[in-house]
């Protein structure tokens, strides 16, 4: 939804000839913080911290006024309090664990594979492109108008909610690791179809104007 705000307000502004036309998105940006600043002192204590810190009491009053409804004797409420206390203790058994722990074993070595090689699919599916250098690429295909660049990103951004949401509602029907295995091999896919010799040879680059 920030993003969404933030190309709206950039098509509204871009427009203007003074220095607002970008200082008003920027001092947009401090609403959110500034609103958590004035309102945090008013918000309840973490009951996870006050655990911690042996105030169980307090955090079990929180936990039943905000998660109970105010019934001390919700099983919910118990069943968390429960769970933040065992993961508090796994917490402290394991604070002796070095870093070598990440590579001990063969299992952990792959976990580290995936992970590492998850921060570089996310920056090959295009977000980055799409963020930092949509202005550049839609220069490449020929749209030079601002309006047009700007009404590009704030559809982009409402599509990419649209999409974000249904996923978010339907991918727990789905086995994770059928997803990503789906996602990479699209991806692929993708790539290759667009690979610079084929689109070379492709009836539409003249109609694209892409340049290298």
């Not at 020929?142 to 999409?163: A, E, P, R």
């Not at 993708?190 to 109609?207: D, G, N």
Request: aromatic share 12%; hydrophobic share 45%.
């Amino acid at each position: 939804m920030g993003a969404i705000v933030a190309a709206g307000t950039t098509l509204g502004t871009f427009k203007m000839h003074s220095n607002w036309g970008w200082r008003i998105p920027s001092l947009l940006q401090l609403v959110p913080s500034a609103l958590q600043i004035t309102f945090i002192y008013f918000m309840p204590e973490s009951p996870r911290w006050l655990i911690s810190k042996g105030r169980g009491d307090e955090a079990m009053a929180i936990l039943v006024k905000y998660h109970a409804e105010g019934d001390a004797t919700s099983e919910f409420v118990k069943a968390e309090y429960v769970q933040i206390e065992k993961t508090l203790e796994l917490e402290r058994e394991t604070e002796s664990v070095g870093w070598t722990e990440l590579i001990a074993t063969s299992g952990m070595r792959r976990r580290i594979l995936v992970g590492g090689f998850l921060g570089l699919a996310t920056q090959w599916s295009g977000n980055g492109l799409t963020s930092y250098f949509l202005a550049r690429i839609l220069d490449n295909v020929g749209v030079h108008d601002n309006h047009t660049k700007n009404v590009i990103n704030l559809g982009i951004t409402c599509w990419g909610f649209f999409n974000a949401t249904i996923f978010a509602l339907t991918s727990s029907r789905f086995k994770r690791r059928t997803i990503y295995l789906v996602r990479s091999r699209s991806l692929v896919q993708i790539y290759w179809l667009i690979h610079p010799p084929r689109l070379a040879q492709s009836p539409c680059f003249a109609c694209l104007r892409l340049g290298r």
